[in-house]
């Protein structure tokens, strides 16, 4: 399996900028994908996943209506839509894959490289 994200770069506080992750290597049919940040210093930290039927998404707090994650199966591709950003939200942001029955599962089997998103003030 690979993952590779893309879409990272530089935006202004309160823009918006769509990452994506491209999937490979085998059917994702019961999969879960999700998105994770590191920013420097700092722990990974969960954002959203979604089951790969697109039926269910699950967020944290912190990007909760402002975040989007969404899945276009016919090109096997992850998005995560991120509007209102914040330059706290500067990090490497991650993909990542696992077979999963539930929305959080306690660990990932497959992570894409990061793309680095820096948010100015």
């Known amino acids: 399996v690979q993952l590779q994200a893309s879409g990272g770069g530089l935006v202004q506080a309160g823009g918006s900028l769509k990452l994506s992750c491209a999937a490979s290597?085998?059917?994702?049919?019961?999969?879960?994908m999700g998105w994770f940040r590191q920013a420097p210093g700092k722990e990974r930290e969960f954002l959203a996943s979604?089951?790969?039927?697109?039926?269910?998404?699950y967020y944290a707090d912190s990007v909760k209506g402002r975040f989007t994650i969404s899945v276009f199966k016919p090109k096997n591709t992850l998005y995560l839509q991120m509007n209102d950003l914040k330059p706290e939200e500067t990090a490497v942001y991650y993909c990542?894959?696992?077979?999963?029955?539930?929305?959080?599962?306690?660990?990932?089997?497959?992570w894409g490289q990061g793309t680095l998103v820096t948010v100015s003030s």
């Open positions: 290597g085998r059917p994702f049919s019961n999969y879960v």
């Open positions: 990542a894959a696992t077979w999963s029955k539930v929305l959080l599962p306690s660990s990932y089997d497959y």
């Open positions: 979604i089951a790969y039927s697109g039926l269910r998404t």
